[in-house]
């Protein structure tokens, strides 16, 4: 198997990192709005509707609700947009990383569980019905898919026989992962729409809770949920790079512009799946994600175990 | 140095977390200083160059406490876990016997004549303490497991209120099933 050599940058790269993250989020915020805005028959604009989105909630000030525990509340919004941060230092950008953690694959699966207590402090904290709603609402979405969602990142970590993330895009110098481990990889994206709180999973921001966890949040702090919502989706785009699609594998390109390519593309459809999917109720697609999901990873990942033990 | 600094930071921020469990008067509050303790608990074991260990301590933890939170305002009906609550009771018994404790295991780290380290740490840590916890029985462990899942499987149906036959029906043919809540798979 060969050794992917990484470069484990300074720390002072990370501020890098960040602003890519940040650049990625944002870029997935205003594809959103723009497809928004083209299915509403706006025409083509909507690209910077999150941009002024974000000065206006700067600019607001915040409302607060009689005892709420303010300190839970601002732990689970800022808490989303930190998360996705500690999730990116573990991902190789090319032949860099910021941290060439030995256990990388759990590093991202320990922040991803994160979510589960920022998305419930948030919904608990604002001390209102709908936020309390949809913090519940986000807990039963997790039961449902973080179970599946660990049993993908199994099949990558045998695979390559390492839980080192640059391992894993080593280990995929013929084949890419993504081809002979299908279902770990609609799995695993299923399982990053749902720490986003995105798309099929937004039940616990849906309108029909005026809002659930966002219903209180104002100003800043509604910003940094939301930020933090697009930078975990784009943070998981991310690692399905390192995991599924080869790293920085390709032609012409240097690897770092193909780890930022195959990023933006999976991040975009992603973004695109929104309106083609509806919301899946908790309660339904927990049955879902146990009778079917999860006994898909598991035989994924026996195929996988069976085809390294064949290959020796 | 920095280690050092790392250590004891850590070890403050576990213990006094863990003191807040039982300071705060709300059960989220509680339940998430809790939370915050483990995490530093998990950091220390990461400072142990143990990474598996500690990663996994913090993954677990966090989801346990996010469960608890769930379970906590369940079943708390008449709501003190809505309602701002003392977190202690027995206090003078628990106060005794944890004091105790402390004295106890803080004298024998204290006074216990340590042995001086022998041979070098392995090359993988976390292999190597699997090997030496689990060692030969690890053929044990692979066949208790299974075990376990069908003993906590089977004390679920055994304790479940509905049985297959309300589901499916006496000649259990029923289908869809009659399930007071509709899964997403229309069985």
Redesign the interface.
């Known amino acids: 198997m060969p050794e992917t050599v990484l470069t484990t940058v300074p720390a002072g790269w990370a501020v890098l990192a960040g602003i890519v993250l940040c650049a990625l989020a944002f870029f997935a915020a205003a594809l959103d709005s723009a497809l928004s805005a083209r299915a509403e028959g706006a025409g083509r604009g909507g690209w910077l509707a999150p941009a002024w989105s974000t000065v206006r909630l700067l600019r607001q000030r915040r409302r607060t609700v009689v005892t709420a ?1 303010t ?2 509340l601002r ?1 689970g919004a800022a808490g989303m947009l930190v998360g996705s941060f500690l999730m990116v230092a573990v991902i190789p950008l090319g032949r860099w990383t910021l941290a060439d ?3 990388g694959v ?2 991202f ?2 922040v991803d ?2 979510v ?2 920022l998305v ?2 948030a919904g ?2 604002a001390n209102s019905v709908h936020g309390l709603v949809g913090g ?1 609402r986000f ?1 039963a979405h ?1 039961l449902a898919y ?1 179970l599946p969602l660990m049993f993908a990142l199994v099949a990558p970590a045998i695979a390559a026989g390492s ?1 080192r993330v640059g391992d894993a895009a080593g280990a995929q110098d013929r084949l890419w992962f993504v081809v002979w481990m299908p279902a770990a990889f609609v799995i695993f994206l299923i399982g990053v729409t749902g720490f986003s709180v995105w798309g099929p999973f937004a039940a616990a921001v849906g309108a029909d809770v005026a809002g659930g966890v966002l219903a209180e949040l104002s100003g800043v702090d509604r910003l940094v949920l939301q930020a933090g919502r697009y930078a975990f989706l784009a943070a998981g785009a991310a690692f399905s790079v390192p995991l599924f699609l080869g790293g920085g594998a390709g032609p012409f390109l240097p690897e770092w512009a193909w780890v930022v390519v195959k990023t933006v593309v999976v991040l975009a459809v992603l973004v695109w799946l929104r309106r083609k999917l509806p919301v ?2 908790p ?6 994600g146990w ?2 999901l999860l006994p898909a990873a598991v035989a994924q990942d026996l195929v996988v175990s069976l085809v390294v033990v064949w290959k020796g | 140095m920095v280690a050092a600094i790392v250590f004891w930071g850590l070890a403050v921020v576990a213990v006094a977390a863990g003191v807040a469990v039982f300071v705060v008067d709300s059960m989220a509050r509680a339940t998430y200083a809790l939370a915050v303790s483990f995490i530093a608990v998990g950091a220390l074991i990461i400072l142990l160059q143990q990474s598996y260990l500690g990663v996994i301590t913090i993954l677990m933890m966090v989801m346990e406490m996010a469960v608890m939170a769930v379970y906590m305002v369940m079943f708390m009906g008449m709501n003190p876990a809505l309602m701002p609550m003392d977190m202690t009771h027995g206090k003078k018994t628990a106060i005794g016997a944890s004091a105790g404790v402390f004295v106890l295991l803080a004298s024998g780290a204290l006074l216990i004549p340590w042995p001086e380290r022998r041979g070098v740490p392995a090359e993988d840590l976390t292999n190597a303490l699997g090997m030496e916890i689990m060692g030969e029985k690890m053929l044990v462990m692979a066949v208790v497991g299974p075990v376990m899942v069908a003993t906590i499987v089977a004390g679920v149906v055994l304790a479940a209120g509905r049985t297959r036959y309300d589901r499916l029906g006496d000649d259990l043919r029923r289908r869809p099933a009659d399930d007071p809540q509709p899964g997403g798979v229309g069985r």
């Open positions: 525990d300190l839970l732990v953690l030995d256990v759990v590093w699966n320990t569980v994160m589960w207590a419930w402090l608990w904290g519940y807990l997790g973080e839980l899946f109720r309660d339904r697609f927990l049955e879902f009778v079917v």
